[in-house]
């Protein structure tokens, strides 16, 4: 469903991003794991049209979208829930969630996806009236994982999504993956939490210094003599 070829990416003269190819395929879940500045955040805000490639492409459904602005991506299904959850923090949980459906205006449509949303996500439903300050950082994490889902994505970013959070949160986030799965929105989730990212993942790619280290199936990955060793503490 979405292929990225040969991604190159460069801030100035420090190079992100070198080559880089990943395939996403329909409701599968994707992991990309590596150390802090591997180029993680950069391979998904390539894809969301919010860092400009120098070279590469970006396909999906067969068409390149390279050239498309983030909100043409979004249109195309691509959401994105960026690192640090990026919530309004003055604003209620139900208008954070409403800022991810500035698309689409079929206001019937948009409330039976919120009725949808709060019954995966019941605590978000409970509190929201609350102001996005007030909640606690797992609970802020769903609200962004909401606010991503309501543009109904075909394909769910999720950068870093356990950083931070209590271990009992941390399998939250894994069950809505799973959930999300479920409903046939494919994942690709970029997370320092290797372990995690592989265990709930089909397929996983390695990134080092902007470059792939190693690709394969998650389960078998998580049985790789490097993996171990570099990410696991074996
Ligand atoms: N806006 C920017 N300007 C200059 N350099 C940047 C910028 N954003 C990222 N970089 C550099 O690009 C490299 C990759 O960064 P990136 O944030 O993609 O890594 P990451 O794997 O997501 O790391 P982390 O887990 O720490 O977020 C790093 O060397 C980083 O310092």
């Given amino acids: 469903?979405?292929?990225?070829?040969?991604?190159?990416?460069?801030?100035?003269?420090?190079?992100?991003?070198?080559?880089?190819?990943?395939?996403?395929?329909?409701?599968?879940?994707?992991?990309?794991?590596g150390a802090n500045g591997a180029g993680k955040s950069t391979l998904l805000k390539s894809i969301a049209g919010l860092t400009r490639p120098v070279a590469g492409q970006i396909v999906m459904d067969g068409s390149d979208i390279s050239s498309l602005k983030p909100h043409e991506r979004l249109d195309r299904g691509l959401a994105l829930c960026p690192e640090g959850r990026r919530l309004f923090p003055e604003m209620t949980v139900f208008e954070n969630i409403r800022v991810g459906a500035y698309r689409n205006r079929d206001t019937a449509k948009f409330r039976r996806r919120l009725d949808m949303l709060y019954a995966i996500f019941p605590r978000i439903a409970e509190r929201r009236r609350q102001l996005a300050s007030s909640l606690s950082g797992g609970e802020q994490q769903m609200v962004a994982i909401a606010?991503?889902?309501?543009?109904?994505?075909?394909?769910?970013?999720?950068?870093?999504?356990?950083?931070?959070?209590?271990?009992?949160?941390?399998?939250?986030?894994?069950?809505?993956?799973?959930?999300?799965?479920?409903?046939?929105?494919?994942?690709?989730?970029?997370?320092?939490?290797?372990?995690?990212?592989?265990?709930?993942?089909?397929?996983?790619?390695?990134?080092?210094?902007?470059?792939?280290?190693?690709?394969?199936?998650?389960?078998?990955?998580?049985?790789?003599?490097?993996?171990?060793?570099?990410?696991?503490?074996?």
């Fill in 147 to 234: 606010r991503a889902l309501i543009s109904q994505p075909r394909i769910l970013m999720l950068d870093e999504p356990t950083l931070g959070l209590a271990p009992k949160l941390i399998h939250e986030v894994a069950r809505l993956v799973r959930t999300v799965r479920q409903e046939g929105i494919a994942v690709v989730m970029v997370e320092q939490n290797a372990k995690l990212a592989l265990k709930i993942s089909d397929y996983g790619y390695v990134l080092e210094t902007g470059e792939l280290r190693l690709e394969g199936a998650s389960s078998e990955l998580l049985q790789s003599d490097h993996i171990v060793r570099a990410y696991l503490g074996g």
């Fill in 1 to 33: 469903m979405l292929k990225i070829t040969n991604l190159c990416v460069s801030y100035g003269s420090v190079s992100a991003l070198s080559h880089v190819s990943v395939s996403v395929p329909e409701s599968g879940v994707v992991a990309i794991v």
